[in-house]
């Protein structure tokens, strides 16, 4: 489930990309608050994913509450009140590296590294081991919304 996470004055909200909070992960935005430490408005591109015993994420277990979220996060936004949406992708996810570089190790923010250059590999890849998809973003492009949101919406 693609989702922004949003941190301000200690306090995270998940929403949808129209929006939309997600109120039943309120222990999974206590645990990014916590983790992140941040002292002005945080946004965070990313995922909320439960892994099987594998470490293979099963949205099964995440519609169904069979184990602990955690947040995958591919890229940065906004980062204590800095917009980073005009930067490049591999600038904003450079940021993004360093400011999760100290959360705890067993932290439920997860840092999701890119892959450049082998695209079709890691297609391959991902239908072979039967998993969910890929997020794709041209590592020179700056941050570009969805189209499809809700005209107005912001964080």
Same mark, same amino acid.
């Given at each position: 489930?693609?989702?922004? /996470?949003?941190?301000?004055?200690?306090?995270?909200?998940?929403?949808?990309? !129209?929006?939309?909070?997600?109120?039943? $992960?309120?222990?999974? &935005?206590?645990?990014?608050?916590?983790?992140? !430490?941040?002292? *002005?408005?945080?946004?965070?591109?990313? &995922?909320?994913?439960?892994?099987?015993?594998?470490?293979?994420?099963? #949205?099964?277990? @995440?519609?169904?509450?069979? /184990?602990?979220?955690? $947040? #995958?996060? #591919?890229?940065?936004?906004?980062? !204590?009140?800095?917009?980073?949406?005009?930067?490049?992708?591999?600038?904003?996810?450079?940021? @993004?590296? %360093?400011?999760? /570089?100290?959360?705890?190790? !067993? /932290?439920?923010?997860?840092?999701? *590294?890119?892959?450049?250059?082998?695209?079709?590999?890691?297609?391959?890849?991902?239908?072979?081991?039967?998993?969910?998809?890929?997020?794709?973003?041209?590592?020179?492009?700056?941050?570009?919304?969805?189209?499809?949101?809700?005209?107005?919406? %912001?964080?």
């Amino acid at each position: 489930m693609v989702i922004l /996470s949003v941190t301000k004055a200690g306090r995270t909200q998940l929403l949808s990309r !129209n929006g939309h909070p997600f109120t039943s $992960f309120a222990d999974l &935005e206590k645990a990014i608050a916590a983790d992140l !430490n941040v002292q *002005d408005t945080t946004v965070i591109d990313g &995922e909320i994913v439960c892994l099987d015993r594998r470490d293979r994420p099963q #949205f099964k277990n @995440l519609l169904f509450h069979r /184990s602990e979220p955690c $947040f #995958f996060a #591919f890229d940065l936004l906004i980062c !204590n009140g800095k917009d980073w949406r005009a930067e490049p992708l591999i600038d904003r996810k450079q940021e @993004l590296r %360093r400011m999760l /570089s100290r959360v705890p190790a !067993n /932290s439920r923010l997860k840092y999701v *590294d890119h892959v450049d250059g082998s695209g079709t590999a890691l297609f391959q890849c991902v239908c072979e081991l039967d998993l969910e998809g890929i997020v794709a973003k041209h590592r020179f492009a700056a941050y570009v919304a969805d189209r499809r949101a809700a005209p107005g919406s %912001r964080f």
